[in-house]
């Protein structure tokens, strides 16, 4: 890799706790990546139609709504992420990306798992499930996280502004350890004796298809909610120094290794033969 940029992209995430790649992965690999999914709204379909909850499968419907249509008359009942159901061949090569891998590496060395916590959200418009609040991955950990060494990516498949609620990212925050989360309905928030004071640093991440940005596991982030009237589709997921334990009782998929080369996931066929476990 090009040294200079990587040694920008180091410092930035080390000062801001992420960095945005534009135009990271080719327009025909986000369109393979809402193919596997479009494969998933189908499953959906075929399902709502069996229970005589729609008529109609809704299959001319654009990717960014087609998933609301389906749902629409039963909210309640939509799903919140995607998650157990990713072990799809057309995201194979989204979550090992050759080049990706590479700049995780020099982040985290040669050792790494694709961290047992990747999802496809469809962040609904104006739809409290999918409106995940100010927190830091670590929140939702247990055990000593601030020695987990983890890089965190997420990208959208449709474009993500204001509007339809883009992540937002409070600069620096990672270096302030674990901050106190409190339970809400649907999500842990961190308090708001440890936000208030920063909210006013808070800044908008907005990202076209392609794009991707590489966060810190202690970052604070959001999601602003959905205004507009299509869904705000987007994968996120977690690489880890494999050499360290998950703290969960999921140990994830190695995704590089120079130790155990036999147990990385080498293709799509393998990737499609495992589970998330």
């Given at each position: 890799m090009?040294?200079?940029q990587?040694?920008?992209?180091?410092?930035?995430f080390?000062?801001?706790?992420?960095?945005?790649?534009?135009?990271?992965?080719t327009?025909?690999?986000?369109?393979q990546a809402?193919d596997?999914?479009?494969?998933?709204?189908?499953?959906h379909?075929?399902?709502?139609l069996?229970?005589?909850?729609?008529t109609?499968?809704?299959?001319?419907?654009?990717f960014?709504?087609?998933?609301?249509?389906l749902?629409?008359?039963?909210?309640?009942?939509?799903?919140?992420l995607?998650r157990?159901?990713?072990?799809?061949?057309g995201l194979?090569?989204?979550f090992?990306?050759?080049?990706?891998?590479?700049?995780?590496a020099?982040?985290?060395?040669?050792e790494?798992?694709?961290?047992?916590n990747?999802?496809?959200?469809?962040?609904?418009?104006d739809?409290?499930?999918?409106?995940?609040?100010?927190h830091?991955?670590?929140?939702?950990?247990?055990?000593?996280?601030?020695?987990?060494r983890m890089?965190?990516?997420?990208?959208?498949?449709?474009?993500?502004?204001?509007?339809?609620?883009c992540?937002?990212?409070?600069?620096?925050?990672?270096?302030?350890?674990?901050?106190?989360?409190?339970?809400?309905?649907?999500?842990?928030e961190?308090?708001?004796?440890?936000l208030?004071?920063?909210?006013?640093?808070a800044?908008?991440i907005?990202?076209?298809p392609?794009?991707?940005?590489l966060?810190?596991?202690?970052?604070?982030?959001?999601?602003?909610?959905?205004?507009?009237?299509?869904?705000?589709?987007s994968?996120?997921w977690?690489y880890?120094?494999?050499?360290?334990?998950?703290?969960?009782?999921e140990q994830?998929?190695?995704a590089?290794?120079?130790?155990?080369?036999?147990?990385?996931?080498?293709?799509?066929a393998?990737?499609t033969?495992l589970?998330?476990?």
């Amino acid at each position: 890799m090009d040294q200079p940029q990587l040694a920008l992209w180091h410092s930035q995430f080390d000062q801001e706790g992420y960095v945005i790649l534009r135009d990271f992965f080719t327009p025909a690999l986000i369109e393979q990546a809402r193919d596997a999914l479009t494969t998933l709204v189908d499953q959906h379909a075929e399902q709502l139609l069996a229970a005589g909850k729609i008529t109609d499968r809704c299959q001319d419907a654009p990717f960014a709504t087609r998933l609301l249509q389906l749902y629409r008359a039963n909210m309640a009942a939509a799903p919140n992420l995607l998650r157990r159901e990713l072990h799809l061949a057309g995201l194979f090569d989204i979550f090992f990306h050759p080049r990706l891998l590479e700049l995780v590496a020099s982040f985290l060395g040669d050792e790494i798992r694709l961290y047992p916590n990747y999802s496809a959200r469809p962040k609904f418009p104006d739809h409290a499930p999918t409106e995940v609040l100010w927190h830091q991955d670590g929140g939702y950990t247990q055990g000593t996280v601030e020695q987990l060494r983890m890089v965190n990516v997420w990208a959208p498949l449709v474009s993500a502004y204001v509007e339809n609620g883009c992540m937002q990212f409070i600069p620096g925050t990672h270096r302030l350890g674990v901050a106190p989360h409190e339970r809400r309905d649907y999500y842990l928030e961190i308090s708001q004796d440890a936000l208030a004071p920063r909210l006013a640093q808070a800044v908008n991440i907005e990202l076209d298809p392609g794009d991707l940005v590489l966060f810190h596991n202690l970052l604070f982030h959001r999601g602003l909610p959905n205004r507009a009237d299509h869904i705000r589709w987007s994968l996120d997921w977690r690489y880890q120094d494999a050499t360290q334990p998950t703290l969960r009782k999921e140990q994830g998929h190695l995704a590089r290794s120079r130790n155990h080369p036999e147990q990385v996931v080498q293709n799509a066929a393998y990737w499609t033969q495992l589970t998330f476990q």
